[in-house]
């Protein structure tokens, strides 16, 4: 399988429309409540929600991490971090992998303290893959990763909100910024991956 699928899919409009991609399922359930469907009743998670939470979002979160820019041990620090945060607050978080994803890119950041990179501040420059994780990895998850790594910090880190199902407007939510600065970010994050995909002959000019 090429990455003509997975890219293609992130490129197929040239403008981010206000059609929005469904948002995070709650502690209760994927049935329950989004932060973009208030109406449905969110179901007050339990110490049995958190077990089952971290085996639905801990592959997921890594993902997340790495598609920030982090190489695999850093994500996977970052994530655990992120579990080990929320087990302590567990039954005040109502929609876990919003929460869970806003820490761990948290901690990532923190993490890049140690490269003199300001906390807060998407890394420019990502982490690399170690040879383990690069084998695990299918060849198109590796080259999502590696096209997503091309992109300037700030379309990177909107991309992969975006790609992990979180709309424009919750993931302004998550930044603290404005969904049209969101969507004007993923614009051009588009545009540049379409380009990518035109360079290596997988997109039609």
């Not at 399988?1 to 359930?29: F, I, N, R, W, Y």
């Not at 110490?47 to 982090?70: H, I, K, N, Q, T």
């Not at 994500?75 to 945060?85: E, G, N, P, V, W």
């Not at 302590?88 to 978080?93: D, G, M, Y």
Request: charged share 20%; with cysteine; proline share 8%.
């Amino acid at each position: 399988m090429t990455l003509a699928g997975p890219l293609q899919e992130m490129v197929s409009t040239d403008a981010v429309t206000a059609t929005e991609p469904p948002g995070t399922a709650p502690a209760g359930g994927p049935a329950a409540a989004t932060p973009g469907n208030p109406g449905a009743a969110a179901a007050r998670p339990g110490v049995a929600d958190f077990a089952v939470c971290y085996r639905r979002e801990m592959p997921g979160l890594v993902w997340f991490v790495m598609s920030l820019g982090a190489g695999a041990e850093e994500a996977a620090d970052a994530a655990q971090s992120a579990f080990a945060a929320a087990f302590a607050v567990w039954e005040t978080i109502r929609y876990p992998a919003a929460w869970l994803r806003r820490v761990a890119q948290r901690a990532y950041y923190r993490q890049a303290v140690s490269r003199e990179i300001p906390v807060e501040t998407a890394p420019d420059q990502p982490g690399r893959l170690s040879v383990t994780a690069t084998v695990e990895f299918r060849d198109e998850a590796r080259e999502v990763l590696a096209a997503l790594a091309e992109l300037p910090a700030r379309q990177r880190e909107v991309m992969a909100w975006y790609v992990d199902g979180f709309s424009p407007t919750e993931i302004a939510r998550q930044l603290g910024t404005d969904p049209a600065a969101v969507r004007q970010s993923l614009a051009k994050a588009r545009k540049n991956l379409k380009h990518r995909l035109e360079v290596t002959g997988r997109c039609p000019r």
